[in-house]
């Protein structure tokens, strides 16, 4: 069973800059949700309610939004605006929420290496709200946790990118595992190759179920591309034990940690909500 997710929040965000100066990436909405608030609707929706966030200076706003606000409350009660709140309303009730800060931006496998403190160790799901998922049958994190259930090891959601794109993601090396068409098992990785460099152009997304073996391997693994620790390096070191699964999930994803995927992921959901 995985019962919790973990949301490393802790990133700059300095795409966006100056929108995410003092308000944090993942608060920006798309249509009038922000975005963390459909990576837990998603965790939800998979049967997680134990909410881990990792933030870091001046991502206060996160707490914010997962609690109440008496004075809006009060002021919108009875009338035809509080129906808004009741999305986030059911989040509250269902969920618990917890945070811990990373103190240095070292990069995402460090961010999950201070996330441990909160999670402990079982296995658990990972979500990068900036990559928005959607799928209408059953969403991806569900669909990857059958795969867990099924191979009892680390999964990585990929998707495949155009090949001049491979520079911009995790790219994977693997067999197909027997008898599918959408599950691999890992034999290598690499962070954020050139295109001629790259094993594949199956690139690793932002939703992952790890086992907590990863957190000793993190501990372990030095700064790799650009400084940061990367989680890709710590997950090379389980796949060369076989175990990794790459997972193609199907849905739609949003890369709205760029400009251009917000406003391609604005549009859809705007199109989606006309009548
Ligand atoms: P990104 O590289 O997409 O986020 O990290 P960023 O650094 O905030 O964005 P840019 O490139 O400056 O615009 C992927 C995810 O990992 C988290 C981010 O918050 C994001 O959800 N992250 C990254 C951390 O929590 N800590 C880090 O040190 C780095």
């Not at 009338?79 to 009741?86: N, T, Y």
């Not at 979500?127 to 209408?136: E, G, I, K, Q, Y």
């Not at 693997?174 to 098992?185: A, C, I, M, P, S």
């Not at 400009?259 to 391609?264: A, K, L």
């Amino acid at each position: 069973m995985i019962k919790k997710c973990l949301f490393p929040a802790a990133g700059y965000g300095t795409r966006f800059l100056p929108a995410t100066k003092a308000t944090p990436k993942e608060m920006l909405p798309i249509l009038t949700k922000p975005l963390i608030q459909y990576g837990v609707e998603e965790a939800v929706l998979a049967g997680i309610n134990t909410i881990a966030v990792v933030s870091g200076r001046g991502k206060r706003a996160i707490e914010d939004h997962f609690d109440i606000s008496y004075e809006l409350e009060h002021q919108i009660k009875g009338g035809s605006k509080e129906v808004l709140l009741d999305e986030i309303r059911a989040l509250i009730t269902k969920c618990t929420f917890s945070y811990t800060r990373q103190v240095e931006m070292k990069g995402l496998g460090h961010a999950i290496l201070t996330g441990e403190t909160l999670i402990g160790n079982e296995p658990f799901a990972v979500v990068l709200a900036d990559d928005l998922c959607h799928n209408d049958d059953k969403g991806v994190l569900s669909q990857m946790i059958d795969v867990y259930e099924k191979y009892q090891c680390s999964v990585v959601a990929i998707e495949e990118v155009p090949m001049d794109q491979t520079n911009k993601y995790g790219v994977i090396a693997g067999k197909l595992v027997d008898g599918t068409d959408d599950t691999y098992r890992i034999t290598d990785m690499v962070e954020k190759p050139d295109p001629k460099d790259a094993p594949s152009n199956l690139a690793i997304i932002g939703r992952y179920i790890l086992t907590p073996d990863i957190f000793d391997i993190l501990r372990e693994t030095k700064a790799g591309k650009g400084g940061e620790i990367q989680i890709t390096d710590a997950l090379l070191e389980q796949a060369k034990q076989g175990k990794v699964i790459a997972f193609k999930f199907k849905g739609k994803r949003f890369d709205c940690g760029s400009v251009d995927g917000f406003v391609e992921a604005t549009n859809w959901f705007y199109d989606r909500m006309k009548p």
